[in-house]
């Protein structure tokens, strides 16, 4: 095995410069992930078909967030046309991944956690999206329930 491709993944990853996340499974097979905001601690969904990374209108004041009105509009998880806020330069921490003046929108989250809790799972204070995973060069190992990001 002294060839770096013969290595296994998590091995040739951190080789690469990668840092490993545990993701945890939910009843409702989503993913969840522990991230923190502004240094505040928070549980997250991990969803790769969000587009943007985002936080409920409660976490404004647990995450410090400094909030703006958005003109975009939210749509997903059988809800559209959701009214949006933006906070800008957030650091945003994952494992020892660490991205300063990340953007966040705010929206009203109470759909999301009503079915998370309908299926007995917890509710979350938001989704780590596709802009966060992209900015990482996420690499998520299904089998192993493991989030890789690139270490910036």
Partial sequence: MDDIKDLPLK????K?????????????NHFEIKASIN????????D????????GFEGIETF????KDSEIKAAGAGATDMQTQISKKNQ????KWKKNKVALILFNLTHVNTALINH????????????ILKKGKGIIDYEKKYLYLKKI
């Fill in 11 to 14: 091995d040739f990853l951190q």
């Fill in 48 to 55: 790769t078909g969000a587009s943007s990374s985002c936080v």
């Fill in 39 to 46: 240094g505040i601690k928070g549980l997250f969904i991990l």
């Fill in 64 to 67: 410090k967030l400094k909030a």
């Fill in 16 to 28: 690469k410069g990668y840092t490993k996340i545990k993701l945890h499974l939910t009843k409702t």
């Fill in 120 to 131: 007995n799972s917890k509710p979350v204070d938001g989704i780590i999206g596709a802009d």
């Fill in 92 to 95: 945003l921490k994952i494992g």
